[in-house]
Structures are given as C-alpha cells and as structure tokens.
C-alpha cells in the first residue's frame, strides 16, 4: 500500500441541519487520504497524524465532498469564457449594439482568413423583431468591417445567428439557424477551432483551474465529440484536475463500441481520471426555440413543439444503448417529450437519466421514481427561462423545474449546469434550487424549492466524507447553512482536493 498522501487536520465536516446527527465527529475532525486516492481515516481531532502525510490545518473550516457538474459541453465552456456575451438583451437591436461595440474593441487588421466575431447568451423568444443576417451585415458595414463572419450562439445552444459572411464560410444561409443547423454550424465553429490543439488545451486547461477553484472535482462532459478519446489525449498532456465522465454521442458510437467501451469503464492512460459516460440522445428541442415537446399548444399557434425522434426509433436506440452497455442521458424538456422518454425506457429497460426535465406531468413525477430514472436537473436555467416560462406555459408553472416534487417523489436529482448554457459553478445552481431567485424578483414557484441539504447531496461527489470513498474533498470559509441567494452564489471555496492532490487551494487569500 502507498503512504498517505494528506491529512485535513481540524476539519468540521458540514452537516445537514434537518438531519439529526449522533455520530463521534460532531466536533472538529482529522481526515487522512492514502496514497490510492481514498479516505484512510476520520478520526477526532487531534490524533496522532499519519507518518509520511502532507499536513493541512484547516482550522475549522467545513468539509464536504467535492462537486459535480452533472451536464457540462466543456469545450464549448472553455472557449466561451473569452467570447462576446450578449447576454440580457431584449432584442435583436441590443444585441446588434453589443456587436458593434465588440468589432470596434476587436479590430482585424485584414479580412483574409479573419476570425469570427463569435457571441453568445441571447434569448430570442419574446424580442419584438426577428433577427435578420441583413441586421448584422449592416453593423459589420457600418464598422469597416464588412466581409468578417459574425456568429451568435442562442443561450441555450438551440439556435445560431449569423450573418452573410459567416453563411459563405460554413455553407449555410445568413440569419437564424434553429436545432440541427444550428448544432451543424456550431460542430463546423468548433472543427475550425479545434485547427489549432495547442490554443483549445490552453483554454480548457484555464477552465478546469477555474472550476476547481468553485469546489469542482469532477464532471460529465456532453460536450459534442469524441469525448473519451479527446479526454484521453488531455490527460496525457498534462490536464488532470478534474474526474470526467465522458458522454458519447449516436454519431462516435461505432468507434466507441470498437474501443470497447460502455458506461462506468475506465478509460486507459488517465490514470483513472476519465470514465466512459452515458448516451446522449434527444427526445425534443428547447424552450427558448418553442421546440420543446409539449401536449398543450405554444400561445397563439397550433404547434406542440418538436419530437426529435419517432416513438419507435427512440426506444430502439434505448434498447440498443441497453444491449451495448450503455446508459442514457435523454434530453427532455417539454412534458409531451418526458412522458415519451419515460415510456421508452420502461418499454426497453435501459437506465439513465432525462436531461432538463423542465415541464413534467403530475403523474410522471411518481414514474420516474418508480423506474429509476435520475432527473438532470439545471437549476440556473430556471431563472433563465422564468419569463419565457410565464408566457409559454402560463398556467402550468407550478409543474415547470418541479424540483421539490420530484424530491419528494424520490426522484433522484443531478445537478448540473449545462455549462456554457449557465456558468460552470454550481454554487448558482445550488442557490438557485434553494432560493429560486437570483435578484430583486421574488422567488419563482418557491413551493418547489429543494432544502439545502438535498440541493448539496445532489452536487457532491460521495454521500459523506467518509472512509473508504475517494478523497474528492472541498474546504469552504463559511458555512452554508442559512446562507440567502446572494451568499450562496459567492460561496468562498478555501481548498479543493482531488484524490488527496491540491487542485485549488486560497487558505491564505
């Protein structure tokens, strides 16, 4: 066995205070994590450290297991970090504005092979105009910079402006791009992006610090690729601060297969930091987009949204994700679509989760505790969506991000952020669950609230910090507990700590 690696001295384990707790280490507690990566020991403060152990003082500060993002596209965050946010528009006009100003601040010196001006964050939804390529033609014109492709990514990733420019460049036509053109142009961005390796692993490697500095030790990447195979080549140089679950898509699921993989595998070479993921598949579209899957109309319309597959066609590719060994991560956000998604994992026995599940039906809350089935939940997209929310689905918002009844169910929840759709940090999906609000508008549907504990659980890498788990660990400043919404989102995290190795660490900040 390999000597321990750390001792926590003077930890306060964080406990839930709904929980009732009779357990030894109510005071402060010394943890030690061996050499393999795994909690060695809890014992009372005060005890005689482990021969050959880094030793960290904590000075009572509260431990908890480290957080997980449950749904993240990780290169898709990474680069969307340093890119024009047009976020908080309320129209196509706003946004042309924030583009003008972004061309002026990032000149081009030539428009031969220039870059894209690429942006993202809008909500077109309730804008009073349509977005037009002639709009953002027009900007570029007016800057001195006509001829440089412009691209602008929905918030939720459902749809794609762009204009002439950028139509020439990816082979499609100028303006608004919704569901599969959109992905299409947003895997062409990313193809042409990805040209140069050594840029994207800088950006993805200055992610993965930024996310273990909110607590972050692992994630479920569903980023569109290749994912365990790109993950593999990211450890091997070097980018190892973070556990991912990588998700495979229906279109790299040959060379998945011929690999060998399936769900929980291990993937060779990263030192055990990269597991095999889940399917992803879609069963609708999005709210933002009015593709969700509904079984009552959008206002004004006749449309009940979009199924992105037939009945049949998507419990066959349950079946098959069964028989294969793989777990699904079923995108549903329309009740119409999660109800379809529930039939089909009864009707072929296959496991996973249903990803957003933002309107569900009374009785389908029971059945997705019955069969199983984890609900990836999205808290920030709820204070996001809310007033889209009211309109499209007046009426029924006590049954839209129903994250309390499912709780109460005995649903189990995932919480994720659906990273760059909401920022990568989950202490604002944790608020956000709690709280249901994140400014001066009142709690949103605050009946359907989870408790703090559970908001936690949901997040965390182990059930407890406890002997024998990994050493995924999270010291913070100040305790949760009773934190308001504003608190919570600026959690100070003190030290991160990945199988008993610094990832994060601001004892002395």
Not at 97 to 116: C, F, K, N, W, Y
Not at 182 to 202: G, H, K, Y
Not at 232 to 254: M, W
Not at 358 to 364: A, F, L
Request: with cysteine; proline share 6%.
């Amino acid at each position: 066995m390999k000597p321990p690696l750390l001792t926590l001295t003077g930890a306060r384990l964080w406990a839930d205070p709904a929980v009732p707790r009779g357990d030894a280490f109510a005071g402060l507690v010394d943890v030690t994590v061996n050499g393999e990566g795994r909690v060695a020991s809890v014992v009372p403060a005060g005890s005689e450290p482990a021969a050959g152990a880094r030793v960290i003082d904590l000075e009572g500060r509260w431990l908890m297991p480290g957080l997980v993002d449950h749904h993240v596209h990780f290169t898709m965050w990474a680069k969307h970090r340093g890119r024009v946010s047009v976020a908080g528009t309320r129209s196509a006009d706003e946004v042309v504005d924030v583009v003008r100003g972004a061309l002026v601040d990032h000149p081009v010196l030539s428009l031969a092979d220039v870059e894209p001006l690429v942006g993202s964050g809008y909500q077109d939804a309730l804008w009073p105009e349509a977005p037009t390529a002639q709009m953002l033609d027009e900007v570029a014109v007016h800057v001195g910079q006509y001829g440089r492709p412009i691209v602008l990514i929905s918030h939720d990733m459902h749809s794609v402006w762009i204009n002439t420019a950028a139509g020439g460049r990816y082979g499609m036509p100028g303006g608004l791009l919704r569901e599969s053109a959109a992905f299409d142009l947003q895997i062409a961005l990313e193809t042409e992006e990805m040209a140069d390796p050594r840029r994207v692993e800088v950006l993805v490697s200055d992610a993965a610090r930024a996310a273990a500095a909110r607590g972050v030790t692992g994630i479920v990447d569903l980023e569109m690729a290749d994912n365990p195979l790109v993950w593999a080549s990211r450890v091997r140089s070097g980018i190892t601060s973070l556990r991912v679950v990588a998700g495979v898509y229906p279109q790299h699921l040959p060379e998945s297969l011929a690999r060998g993989e399936r769900t929980g595998k291990r993937v060779p070479g990263t030192k055990g930091r990269v597991t095999v993921g889940p399917l992803k598949i879609f069963a609708d579209g999005a709210l933002n987009t009015r593709t969700a899957w509904c079984f009552d109309t959008y206002p004004g319309t006749a449309d009940f949204g979009h199924a992105a597959q037939a009945r049949g066609d998507l419990q066959r590719m349950l079946s098959d994700a069964r028989d294969a060994g793989f777990e699904v991560a079923l995108h549903a956000i329309g009740d119409r679509a999660v109800s379809e998604a529930l039939d089909a994992f009864e009707a072929s026995g296959a496991s996973g989760s249903i990803e957003h599940a933002q309107m569900v039906r009374e009785q389908d809350v029971p059945r997705m505790a019955a069969l199983g089935i984890f609900a990836g939940i999205h808290p920030e997209h709820m204070l996001d969506d809310r007033e889209i929310s009211d309109v499209v689905w007046a009426g029924r918002t006590h049954r839209a991000f129903a994250f309390g009844d499912m709780a109460r169910a005995g649903v189990n929840l995932r919480l994720g952020s659906d990273a760059p759709v909401s920022p990568l940090d989950p202490w604002l999906g944790i608020s956000a669950a709690v709280h249901r609000t994140r400014d001066e508008l009142p709690a949103w549907e605050l009946a359907n609230a989870l408790d703090l504990g559970t908001a936690l659980r949901s997040s965390w890498a182990s059930p407890a910090v406890r002997v024998g788990v990994q050493g995924d660990v999270v010291a913070l400043d100040a305790d949760p507990s009773g934190m308001d919404f504003e608190e919570l989102r600026e959690m100070p995290v003190a030290l991160t700590v990945l199988g008993g190795r610094i990832t994060h660490d601001a004892m002395d900040a």
